[in-house]
């Protein structure tokens, strides 16, 4: 069973035919990092969505990648490396765009996302339109993995700086994206657009005592709607989860 399955999640549910966007969340803690999610995310999105935009707050692009294929299985395995290749997938590295401090980081990490994301749309688009098959789709997923560096500061104008740049993606692209956010939940996490914008949320937390000892945190998945839920799957899970040379190995525990 992949990660994704493990966790309660897939891309590929019945919402995912339709042009309504979705959200989903991954909301970390410094003690456990989720960077391998967002990678194991991405890897997936590749290999379900015609294009796929991600904005690498924290995690390097070059990092993102390498995790994508260790983590993934199967054809997902190479996802990433094959559509960057096709030009239907675009890693960009926010703050080499320019310096975070100078409080202009915000708007042009945007618009140089927006722009990739409009150029992957159109490949996708086209590559849609070209085939007769019809698991190929034209619609486009964002992942942002950092949501707490898409601003300096931690004052309410930052806050407010980071849900514009996270609502203005379905405001621009229109209904046929779906976002994915990591962000921190003990270091500001963008509380108000996470609570009020999100479908699913997965949260990466460190073990709690009585966890078993092979086990370096836990998952917990909780579908506030069906957008990202599974056939079957539960409202709520929760997965212990161990990294290891070999990838991520995901125990569930209901």
Known sequence: MDVLAR????FASSSNSSSASRALAVVDHLDAPGSWVTAALVA????VYGGVV???????????????RKLARGRSRDAVTRAVA??????????RLDDATSGLGTRRAF????????AVREAATR??????????SSKVCVVVDGADSLAPGRARGDD??????????????GDGVDVVVRAHADVGARAGWLAES???EIRVEPLRTGSAEDAHGTCETTHRNNAWRPEGAARRSRATFALTELGARLESRG
Not at 127 to 136: P, Q
């Open 7 to 10: 966790l309660g999640v897939s």
């Open 44 to 47: 997936d999105a590749c290999d």
């Open 54 to 68: 991600v904005a690498c707050c924290e995690t390097p692009s070059m990092e993102i990648e390498t995790l994508s």
């Open 86 to 95: 096709l030009g239907t997938c675009a890693l960009v590295d926010v703050f």
């Open 111 to 118: 618009e140089e996302v927006l722009a990739r994301a409009r």
């Open 127 to 136: 590559a849609s339109s070209s085939t007769s098959s019809s698991s190929v």
């Open 160 to 173: 407010a700086a980071a849900e514009r740049f996270l609502d203005a993606f379905e405001r621009e692209l």
């Open 198 to 200: 999100v479908d699913c």
